[in-house]
């Protein structure tokens, strides 16, 4: 497997550089290993992948160079979080006090470096302030949402505050600075909020972490009801051919939720398989679901469920990404980490490109790379 540091050096159709600087971002010491099968799957299906690691700063891009090998590129960021790809193409993310968004600016037949089919520059950098920014979603009007972790609290842009809240559970009495359910998931469908998850419906500072192991509830986002509950640290909800789906982070499960026909009936979690590690980060493309796991914390994870079920199958947590074939609920194909990086927050899955690169906000490459819209021809008259 080849690696790559943030580099941008988009050539034109005839090749010519435009940009010969090198930003190096920091590197962990890490080992990458794959299951044989997975580039070719990548290939198969026509995508590439987006993950995050608040733990490394960095945002990673998993494809396949020109020569049909595994190519990871990766991008220092300041505590990456949320991804969330739009139709347009953009990439938004959640970081430490900023929303980014990313837009590729390559076309055609450019490549960057000859490798790179797409190339994601940070276009819009709003700054927010540290509010411990999870998922994050764009409407179909192009509202930004994300969820404020730390004032409890579904939130958009503001042009002059920190954030402008959206939407809270009903069980928090107000927009405070304490984080007390652990609110962190979001759900879209159609370009709307449709779920959200939360570790408890705590509703005092650090409340939470005394419900861990069976305090967590998918909350609908227009009634406000909770829709499902005993769940344990849950994580990335979902919405995949109509089905929610959510990762039940301290049981090592994903699973989607089975709701009754009965009106107001609250719904069951439907494991549909175990993955060896605490599981954040899902994404769908067809039958395949795409599971970040991370390596527990055990000084803050001790009592869940998902120790046992690891001495149970005998097995390690790992770091990593697992593809899970929804028909069959087992693993066909796994991207690992070992090393010095243990914990992965979010993926995403990029369509259409081979080999995506990004590039950091505030690296040289951010501040020398220019691109040119189309030249619509308009001026002045020359008669």
Same mark, same amino acid.
């Given at each position: ?37 997975? !580039?070719?799957? &990548?290939?198969? &299906? ?12 960095? @945002?990673?891009? @998993? ?9 990871? +590129? ?45 190339? /994601?520059?940070?276009? #819009?950098? +709003? ?6 920014? +999870? ?8 509202? $930004? ?36 359910? +652990?609110?962190?998931? @979001? ?8 779920? @959200? ?48 789906? !959510? ?18 009936? $609250? ?6 398989? /175990?993955?060896?590690? /605490? &599981? ?15 390596? %527990? ?26 593809? !899970? ?11 690992? !980490?070992?090393?010095? $990086? ?18 950091? %906000? ?8 220019? #691109? ?12």
């Amino acid at each position: 497997m080849t690696t790559d540091n943030d580099v941008a050096a988009p050539q034109t159709a005839a090749g010519q550089q435009v940009l010969p600087s090198q930003a190096q971002a920091a590197e962990p010491k890490v080992e990458y290993s794959l299951s044989g099968g997975l !580039i070719a799957r &990548l290939e198969a &299906l026509g995508i590439s992948l987006a993950f995050t690691s608040y733990q490394s700063g960095l @945002l990673y891009m @998993l494809g396949r160079n020109p020569q049909g090998g595994a190519h990871l +590129h990766q991008s220092a960021m300041a505590k990456p979080m949320g991804l969330c790809r739009v139709p347009s193409g953009d990439l938004y993310m959640t970081g430490a006090a900023q929303v980014i968004r990313f837009a590729n600016v390559l076309f055609g037949d450019q490549r960057a470096n000859n490798t790179f089919d797409c190339c /994601f520059m940070p276009r #819009t950098v +709003h700054v927010t302030g540290q509010l411990d920014a +999870h998922d994050v979603g764009v409407t179909d009007d192009g509202q $930004i949402l994300f969820v404020n972790t730390r004032y409890n609290c579904l939130a958009t842009l503001s042009a002059t505050h920190s954030f402008e809240p959206v939407w809270r559970p009903p069980f928090i009495s107000a927009i405070v600075d304490e984080d007390r359910c +652990h609110l962190n998931g @979001l759900a879209m469908e159609d370009g709307k909020p449709r779920y @959200l998850t939360a570790v408890s419906k705590s509703d005092t500072i650090d409340g939470w972490r005394d419900r861990r192991a069976d305090g967590g509830v998918v909350i609908d986002y227009a009634s406000g009801k909770i829709v499902c509950e005993g769940l344990s640290m849950p994580h990335s909800p979902r919405m995949h051919n109509g089905e929610l789906w !959510i990762l039940n982070s301290g049981t090592g499960e994903i699973g989607s939720v089975s709701f009754p026909k009965k009106k107001g009936a $609250i719904g069951t979690f439907k494991p549909k398989a /175990f993955c060896p590690g /605490f &599981l954040r980060g899902l994404a769908f493309h067809g039958k395949y679901a795409f599971v970040g796991l991370s390596k %527990p914390r055990y000084k803050r994870f001790d009592g869940l469920a998902l120790a046992d079920r690891l001495k149970d199958t005998d097995s390690e947590p790992w770091c990593g990404i697992q593809v !899970i074939d929804l028909d069959t609920g087992t693993c066909v194909d796994w991207f690992r !980490i070992d090393g010095e $990086i243990g914990e992965l927050y979010d993926l995403e899955i990029i369509p259409g490109f081979a080999c995506p690169m990004t590039v950091s %906000p505030g690296s040289p490459d951010s501040a020398q790379l220019i #691109t040119t819209a189309p030249d619509t021809g308009a001026g002045g008259s020359t008669t």
